[in-house]
């Protein structure tokens, strides 16, 4: 046989099928995570469509998952107050400003707390943990908050609340799991602590800063009582403020029993219509910010 004659191709394997009871566990695990979907989304759905109901339909208990009475009166109230955009604008302003404010204090000193040769390290965590349970009380903050001419200010709500103790031990947990061999390998480069900081450990954190990211924002965007407390001008609050006292208005004119008939549909549905304009923001910037969580798992999951 010549040397150049060409060999017989050699058969296929064939892929494995999968089995029966591997399909009929993906059908049901399909089925499973469908409903769980349905029923997750059915409130959110329940809230828009009651946002764009009429008064008489959602009295009623007619609204389910499309709009009945199609009605536009509350958010054409909201939207032509000019006051609204304003303070729409100072929720956007100081929901930045502490975000930034907690992110840089939280890291540093989830940081600090991170290496264990650091001494009065102990103290440093018994201090955050210490917080967590027992706090100074309401009078003595807002004392304080007034005494040092924070009132009227974004640092009102920003420095109260900068650090959460619970953002703060999860940063720390993730510190701690990094290499320490990358930060040696560094400081022997000539990195100071504040260059290894920057160029190595926040590179391979955006996981976890992600994270507290959204979890700071959520947390300034959704509060209002801070700003209630400290904030004497209507122009300086956060729009939480004014669709609370919107709430409020439309509620005391109901009772009242002299509520007019725009009134009257801004009680009915004002409740969903502050749900939709307080969570669609963040609805908007979840999705960017999702594949961050799902590194996050996977940086747990993988082990070497």
């Given at each position: 046989m010549?040397?150049?004659?060409?060999?017989?191709?050699?058969?296929?394997?064939?892929?494995?099928?999968p089995?029966?009871?591997?399909?009929?566990?993906?059908?049901?695990?399909?089925v499973?995570?469908?409903?769980?979907?349905?029923?997750?989304?059915?409130?959110?759905?329940?809230?828009?469509?009651?946002?764009?109901?009429?008064?008489?339909q959602?009295?009623a208990?007619?609204?389910?998952?499309?709009?009945?009475?199609?009605?536009?009166t509350?958010?054409?109230i909201?939207?032509?107050?000019?006051?609204?955009?304003?303070?729409?604008?100072?929720?956007?302003f100081?929901?930045?400003?502490?975000t930034?404010?907690?992110?840089?204090l939280?890291?540093?000193?989830?940081?600090?707390?991170?290496?264990?040769?650091?001494?009065?390290?102990?103290?440093?965590?018994g201090?955050?943990?210490?917080?967590?349970?027992?706090?100074?009380?309401?009078?003595?903050?807002?004392?304080?908050?007034?005494?040092l001419?924070?009132?009227?200010?974004?640092w009102?709500?920003a420095?109260?609340?900068?650090i959460?103790?619970?953002?703060?031990?999860?940063?720390?947990?993730?510190?701690?799991?990094?290499?320490?061999?990358?930060?040696e390998?560094?400081e022997?480069?000539?990195?100071s602590?504040?260059?290894?900081l920057?160029?190595?450990?926040?590179?391979?954190?955006?996981?976890?800063?992600?994270?507290m990211?959204?979890?700071?924002?959520?947390?300034?965007?959704?509060?209002?009582?801070?700003?209630?407390?400290?904030?004497?001008?209507?122009e300086l609050?956060p729009?939480?403020?004014?669709l609370?006292?919107l709430?409020a208005?439309?509620?005391t004119?109901g009772?009242?029993?002299?509520?007019?008939?725009?009134?009257?549909?801004?009680g009915?549905n004002?409740?969903?219509?502050?749900?939709?304009?307080?969570?669609?923001?963040?609805?908007?910037?979840?999705?960017?910010?999702?594949?961050?969580?799902?590194s996050?798992?996977?940086?747990?999951?993988?082990k070497?």
């Amino acid at each position: 046989m010549s040397l150049l004659t060409p060999r017989a191709p050699r058969p296929r394997t064939s892929v494995n099928q999968p089995t029966r009871g591997y399909r009929v566990f993906q059908g049901v695990n399909g089925v499973i995570l469908t409903l769980v979907v349905l029923v997750t989304l059915y409130p959110f759905v329940n809230i828009i469509a009651r946002s764009f109901s009429g008064e008489g339909q959602i009295r009623a208990g007619e609204v389910a998952l499309w709009p009945k009475g199609f009605n536009l009166t509350t958010y054409r109230i909201v939207f032509q107050d000019s006051m609204f955009w304003r303070n729409y604008g100072n929720t956007v302003f100081y929901t930045l400003v502490s975000t930034v404010l907690a992110m840089v204090l939280t890291t540093c000193y989830a940081y600090v707390l991170s290496k264990p040769d650091l001494k009065g390290r102990g103290l440093l965590v018994g201090v955050a943990v210490f917080t967590m349970f027992f706090t100074g009380g309401l009078i003595p903050n807002y004392v304080l908050i007034t005494s040092l001419g924070l009132k009227n200010s974004v640092w009102a709500i920003a420095l109260p609340n900068a650090i959460s103790v619970f953002n703060l031990l999860v940063m720390k947990a993730f510190f701690e799991s990094l290499p320490t061999e990358l930060e040696e390998a560094a400081e022997i480069d000539g990195l100071s602590t504040y260059g290894i900081l920057l160029r190595i450990v926040l590179p391979l954190s955006k996981a976890v800063i992600a994270t507290m990211v959204l979890f700071y924002s959520v947390s300034f965007w959704n509060s209002w009582f801070s700003a209630y407390l400290y904030m004497d001008r209507t122009e300086l609050m956060p729009v939480t403020v004014y669709l609370r006292n919107l709430i409020a208005g439309a509620t005391t004119g109901g009772n009242a029993g002299a509520a007019t008939e725009q009134l009257s549909q801004v009680g009915a549905n004002i409740q969903a219509v502050t749900i939709v304009l307080t969570s669609l923001p963040i609805l908007c910037v979840y999705p960017f910010v999702q594949r961050f969580f799902v590194s996050g798992v996977m940086l747990g999951a993988v082990k070497g």
